[in-house]
């Protein structure tokens, strides 16, 4: 059964900082991986989608990346703002499945 | 393009009430997914859809009921409410299932007294 872990559950970081969020997956046999931003009592955003044949994507000042061998993505954000506060969830569609499955989430917190 | 919307946001519901949750796209998907988020558990998904007419079940299927009658409409019914449904309820839609994004909708809170 695939389990998606994130490590830290909850990450404080002064502004401007790059910083690196981890997701784990059991089953390399993943067909994308896709990273979300939740604010507090919103809905789900979409910041990056990672199709298996990828090894990374860029948007801004994100970038994830996808290792599907060790079973690993990360999130890498450049130059941290307090706007960036939020919870970052992973999510991985474990073969043609089209459902996601999800990790509990990193709550983000960017001091000014 | 309002994206996915869903009705209503909020609702408290007494123990064995019934009621319908909307979610509807404007973006031509054609799946559709209920999934709901409880502390601790993270988002979990409850039915899905692969297009007009069909359903299946997801991971927590038990106590509730889907239809998709039209394209850009995905409904989730609560027959008999209990309070273990109390939750936060998320619509999703993709274009096609496992290669392309999902987007979600703000989400329902329900409350079941």
């Known amino acids: 059964k695939q389990e998606v872990t994130q490590i830290p559950a909850a990450l404080s970081v002064p502004e401007g900082e790059n910083l690196v969020l981890n997701c784990s997956f059991t089953?390399?046999?993943?067909?994308?991986l896709q990273w979300f931003r939740q604010d507090p009592g919103k809905g789900l955003t979409s910041l990056l989608l990672?199709?298996?044949?990828?090894r990374e994507q860029t948007s801004g000042r994100l970038n994830a990346s996808l290792d599907k061998s060790s079973g690993r993505s990360t999130l890498y954000i450049a130059a941290s703002q307090p706007g960036d506060s939020a919870t970052y969830l992973c999510?991985?569609?474990?073969?043609?499945?089209?459902?996601?499955?999800f990790g509990q989430g990193t709550t983000l917190q960017v001091k000014p | 393009n309002a994206g996915v919307t869903q009705t209503p946001k909020f609702r408290v519901l007494k123990t064995g009430q019934s009621m319908t949750l909307l979610c509807a796209q404007d973006?031509?998907?054609?799946?559709m997914y209920w999934y709901r988020q409880d502390p601790g558990m993270g988002l979990r998904l409850i039915h899905y859809?692969?297009?007009?007419?069909?359903?299946a079940k997801g991971e927590v299927p038990d106590g509730y009921n889907v239809s998709r009658l039209k394209k850009q409409n995905f409904l989730l019914g609560l027959e008999s409410a209990a309070p273990s449904q109390t939750s936060v309820y998320f619509c999703?839609?993709?274009?096609?299932?496992?290669?392309?994004?999902?987007?979600f909708g703000p989400g329902t809170r329900l409350t079941v007294l």
């Open positions: 990672i199709q298996s044949s990828q």
């Open positions: 859809s692969v297009g007009e007419g069909t359903t």
């Open positions: 973006m031509n998907h054609e799946y």
């Open positions: 999510a991985v569609i474990p073969g043609n499945t089209g459902k996601l499955i």
């Open positions: 999703a839609s993709s274009y096609l299932d496992s290669v392309d994004e999902q987007f």
């Open positions: 089953d390399s046999a993943i067909y994308n």
